[in-house]
């Protein structure tokens, strides 16, 4: 079992710049991390994901404005550059899936998410 916290989330303006930060009850540093997102009416999607062996992934739409990272043994965050309006939504950091051909699959650990909103 681990438990998954998530921070950083707030209100940014466009173009604006933030940290989100998923921090783990014990060590993820050999576990594949990915950070979903949810917006109202959408169904959750995958932001980005670092495989257990440091292979990162990212979402077309995030692609050279989004960087994930393990900050520690027991922590992933995620920047996030040049926001855009759409990236309005919950984010969620997940735990305990698995790497599939270029397919990451969420596994049974969540947190409870954090919300960003991007707005003037």
Do not use: H
């Not at 989100?20 to 959750?44: D, H, M």
């Amino acid at each position: 079992q681990v438990q998954l916290v998530e921070s950083g989330g707030g209100l940014v303006q466009p173009g604006g710049s933030l940290r989100l930060s998923c921090a783990a009850s014990r060590t993820i540093f050999y576990k594949n991390v990915g950070w979903y997102r949810q917006a109202p009416g959408n169904e959750r999607e995958l932001v980005a994901a670092i495989t257990a062996v440091g292979v990162t992934k990212y979402a077309d739409s995030v692609k050279g404005r989004f960087t994930i990272f393990r900050k520690t043994t027991n922590a992933v965050d995620l920047q996030m550059n040049s926001l855009k309006p759409e990236d309005t939504a919950v984010y969620y950091c997940n735990t305990g899936g698995r790497y599939s051909g270029d397919t990451y699959y969420p596994g049974d650990y969540w947190g409870q998410g954090t919300q960003v909103t991007v707005s003037s």
